[in-house]
């Protein structure tokens, strides 16, 4: 089995998929995702699933798919999950990995973006905001949103337009460190980026 070196010079590419109760979308995903892997060219690239202790046979449907699947016994919440998934793409010797959302709310049509921006970086984070009208949120979800991307231009000197974006890509340097020590609480997305700074 020959490997492909992409643009951003890694060779083998893991896509976790944190999931919690999500047998009734992850189909839907996972065919979404296949497809968008086959049209990008991307047949290297290894789907896995962890299921945070789903009661509602999350991983069988997941497996029904050829996805890899990592059960953990009770729900961890999202920042155990991707910490249990990033550690095993460091055990399997893969060189990034794409995190991506199991309810559709991510386009896997932009992963060849996501991953190409890793050339020259070791973390890159999607925008739902990238272009005008591209995510719609509530007053209220806005504000808050604007107050965490105003402390995370004042704690780390850089700007960014969606701090709570779940969509993100992560060289082998980067993967190394959040299966040790990826964020737990509440707010993990936000956590990480400051982490990793």
Known sequence: ????????????????IPAFNSSGWITDC???LSLALRNAEI??????????????????????????????PFNLGIGGALRKGFRYAVQQDFDAAVQLDAYGQHDPTMIPKLIAALDGADFVVGSR????????????????MQ??????????????????????AFGRPVLEYFARSYPS?????????????
């Not at 089995?1 to 976790?16: D, P, Q, R, W």
């Not at 905001?129 to 808050?144: D, I, P």
């Open 1 to 16: 089995n020959a490997m492909s070196t992409h643009s951003s010079g890694f060779t083998k590419l893991s896509i976790v």
């Open 30 to 32: 996972l065919q979404h």
């Open 43 to 72: 047949t290297d690239a290894e789907v896995i699933i962890v299921d945070d202790g789903s009661t509602d046979g999350t991983a069988d449907v997941a497996r029904a798919h050829g996805s890899a699947v990592l059960v953990l």
């Open 129 to 144: 905001f990238a272009t005008k009208n591209s995510y719609e949120v509530g007053l209220t979800r806005r504000k808050a």
């Open 147 to 168: 107050l965490l991307e105003f402390s995370m231009r004042v704690l780390s000197g850089r700007t960014f337009t969606d701090t709570s974006s779940g969509f993100r």
């Open 185 to 197: 609480e509440y707010m993990e997305s936000v956590e990480a980026l400051l982490a990793a700074n």
